[in-house]
């Protein structure tokens, strides 16, 4: 039995593409991004490494439970997107990914220290 070159080389892209998606299915989705590590590559020089913020900066402390009773996911979220005017405070939103910003916004609740006993 005689197999033209053009039949070999379809059934070997046949095969190759079968491996490439059972290896796909088997990865699963990508994990959640870590939100401390985020946190400490692009909040913390303006937010301090451990969440409490620089006064001179008037950042806010994000370990302080009224700070995190002031505001809601979609607020955090918000900020981290689109900045705070009249603060240094950068937008994001065209730097993370949305589930960047999820972990984030995850992170930075953990730091409530009402929450840490």
């Known amino acids: 039995m005689r197999f ?5 080389v379809k059934i070997l892209a ?4 079968s491996v490439i998606f059972t290896l796909a299915l088997q990865a699963g989705p ?3 991004p870590d939100g ?3 946190f400490k ?17 008037k950042t806010p402390d ?7 009773a002031s505001v809601t996911d979609k607020d955090i979220a918000d900020t981290i997107k689109n900045g705070k005017k009249g603060t240094p405070m950068p937008a994001f939103a065209d730097k993370l990914s949305e589930d960047d910003i999820n972990s984030l916004v995850a992170y ?3 730091l409530d ?4 006993k």
């Open 4 to 8: 033209q070159q053009s039949t070999i």
């Open 14 to 17: 046949v095969g190759f593409s």
């Open 30 to 32: 990508a994990p959640a």
């Open 36 to 38: 401390s590590d985020l």
């Open 41 to 57: 590559k692009k909040c913390s020089m303006c937010h301090a490494p451990d969440g409490k913020g620089y006064s001179a900066l």
């Open 62 to 68: 994000f370990t302080d439970p009224k700070y995190q």
């Open 108 to 110: 930075i609740r953990s």
């Open 113 to 116: 220290s009402s929450k840490k």
